[in-house]
């Protein structure tokens, strides 16, 4: 599905930062994210709270339950934009494209200046191809002084820029993703294949000791590790991470490579 590789770790992080017509004007709306709004009225308030029992199935993957919630929320406040939003989440994770676009879009006609909205719209985009498309919708949402998570649109914008083969921009965007939040695993783990590949390899290994000093190693992450220290020539180091996959992953697609010494 992607024109480069690119990790799917906390894949889910990049769709859930909230929730999307042209771009014309756009610049004009500076508004705060409409999920985050105080409702004003009780349909509002039962929307809101709908949608937001529905991101969180969704997020838990139970994808019928969190339709029936998006659902619910759009027969009680039709113009609730995040519900739009969620709705075409679930179809996107679905794989329903035209009906993700359909929602999205209204959502983002609902609430044209919503920080989220953009962002995840952006993201629809870049991954259905349309990667030079999206940017303009992520650069509206880190623009938005409103939006109270650009770490998650930056880091988003870092992987659509690899996706399109441009290591140095992804890098530029990822970097300042982790400026705007320290903890940011998904763009530790980027840096550290862009590093990789590039050759910079002791960047690479500190980007992975940062990862690691956070989160206990996935196969993913202890496979890249290996990789690193096997290309440092730290033999140790390759040990490691190699006993980590012997003993917690050995059914993952890792490991079935490490046993084939697909190591590129």
């Known amino acids: 599905m992607m024109r480069h590789t690119v990790s799917g770790l906390f894949f889910l992080a990049a769709l859930l930062g909230g929730c999307v017509t042209a771009p014309a004007g756009r610049g004009d709306n500076v508004e705060q994210s409409v999920a985050r709004q105080t409702a004003t009225s009780d349909a509002r308030q039962r929307a809101k709270v709908h949608a937001e029992l529905g991101a969180l199935y969704l997020q838990d993957g139970r994808h019928e339950i969190a339709l029936e919630e998006a659902r619910i929320a759009i027969e009680a406040d039709a113009d609730y934009a995040p ?63 409103l939006y109270q998570t650009p770490a998650k649109a930056l880091t988003n914008m870092g992987v659509c820029a690899l996706m399109d083969k441009d290591d140095r921009k992804g890098e530029e965007y990822l970097l300042r993703a982790l400026r705007a939040d320290r903890a940011n695993l998904r763009a530790m783990y980027l840096l550290a294949e862009i590093g990789y590949r590039a050759g910079r390899l002791a960047d690479a290994r500190q980007w992975m000791k940062d990862l690691h000093a956070k989160l206990e190693p996935t196969a993913e992450s202890a496979w890249l ?36 010494g697909e190591f590129d």
Not at 119 to 131: A, H, K, P, T, Y
Request: hydrophobic letters at 35%.
């Open 83 to 145: 519900a739009h939003s969620l709705l075409g989440l679930i179809y996107m994770s679905l794989r329903k494209g035209e009906l993700a676009e359909r929602s999205l879009r209204r959502a983002l006609q609902l609430a044209p200046g919503d920080p989220e909205i953009n962002n995840n719209f952006g993201w629809f985009l870049c991954q259905n191809d349309r990667i030079k498309e999206s940017f303009a919708y992520f650069q509206t949402a880190v623009g938005n002084p």
């Open 225 to 260: 590790a290996l990789r690193i220290e096997r290309k440092l020539g730290d033999r140790e180091g390759e040990a490691r991470f190699t006993g980590i996959l012997r003993r917690k992953y050995r059914d993952s697609v890792e490991y079935q490579k490490l046993s084939h």
